[in-house]
Nanobody, 115 residues
Framework: QVQLVESGGGLVQPGGSLRLSCTASGILLSEYTMHWYRQGPENQRELIANIFSDGHRNYADSVKGRFTLSRDDVKNTMYLQMNDLKPEDTAVYYC?????????WGQGTQVTVSS
């Protein structure tokens, strides 16, 4: 079964850090373009970062310089290191890829930034 599972969310104070994980089963992450999206309570789902199979990464302006995407091919896991978190980063974070022309989503992990 092809599946993506996110983890690592939680409650953090402004300025704090979290590391999200996205673990795949049934596919090799290294063979796909992988994305991190987020969806806040009032917002549409927003693409914030992606990594191509060659390792090239892109970031949205809203997270550039604060978030870092990495991939562990041995663990078949993608990570999103989030530093200097702000209240506006509060959202459900999802990993995503396109598998056989279909969008494949994880269940999401909640990140709440609040004092």
């Amino acid at each position: 079964q092809v599946q993506l599972v996110e983890s690592g969310g939680g409650l953090v104070q402004p300025g704090g850090s979290l590391r999200l994980s996205c673990t795949a089963s049934g596919i090799l992450l290294s063979e796909y373009t992988m994305h991190w999206y987020r969806q806040g309570p009032e917002n549409q789902r927003e693409l914030i970062a992606n990594i191509f199979s060659d390792g090239h990464r892109n970031y949205a302006d809203s997270v550039k310089g604060r978030f870092t995407l990495s991939r562990d091919d041995v663990k078949n896991t993608m990570y999103l290191q989030m530093n200097d978190l702000k209240p506006e980063d509060t959202a459900v974070y999802y990993c995503n890829t396109v598998f056989r022309t279909q969008d494949l989503w994880g269940q999401g992990t909640q990140v709440t930034v609040s004092s």
